[in-house]
């Protein structure tokens, strides 16, 4: 395959222009909050209503809280190798990066502390793993309870985010944004 010109010199003037360090540092930075808006509102529904309405919760916000940390031109969201709600399913670069996760826990590393940025095709992009935590089992882990299991294979017939074991790789927070339109 041969590139147009014009194009490889976009993708160069893209890579020159980049400050990785910056971008990892603003990507970094907007993580904390959506995940903290994730947690407050699945504690609040759990608190209001316990696991059925947590779920009901999570299906109707978690994509709404998503698009409210996007800040301009930023796109935050959450994905994972095994995903309870296939518009969640990793792309090609996601996938690569999980899987580069997975082998990393897998040789002992903490999942707490693996994220990876690369300028991929004209954006930077990171991603930073999520651990599987103590309050994430009732819902992802191997022990779900019968009742709440139905409520999940009803909404969410292909899901694949069950099975996890504490501290295991849960999926990942990915961020992307252009670099078209950065300051040189
Ligand atoms: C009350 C049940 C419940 C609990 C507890 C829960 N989750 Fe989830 N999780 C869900 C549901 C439902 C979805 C699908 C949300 C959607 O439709 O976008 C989901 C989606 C996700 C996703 C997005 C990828 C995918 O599979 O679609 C990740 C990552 C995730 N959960 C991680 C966690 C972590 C980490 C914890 C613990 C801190 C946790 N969850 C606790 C129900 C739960």
Redesign the pocket.
Known sequence: MRFPVTLTLLLASGLSLAEPQGLEAEARALIPPFAQAL?DT?RQ??ADGG?QN??QA??SL??TIAEQHSREPWRVG???L????P??RPDAWERQVLERFAAAAAAGQPVAGLSHGEVVDGEYRYMQA????E??L???GKNIDKA?LAT?DA??PQD??RGFALGEL???FTLRRPLDGMAP
Do not use: F, S
Not at 82 to 85: A, D, F, P, T
Not at 130 to 133: A, F, K, L, R, W
């Open positions: 947690q699945l529904a759990l696991p947590a779920v999570c299906q978690a994509p959450r994905t994972a095994k995903v309870r709600n518009a969640n999520i651990p599987t935590g309050p994430c009732a819902c992802h709440l999940l909404r969410y694949q985010a849960r999926g990942a």
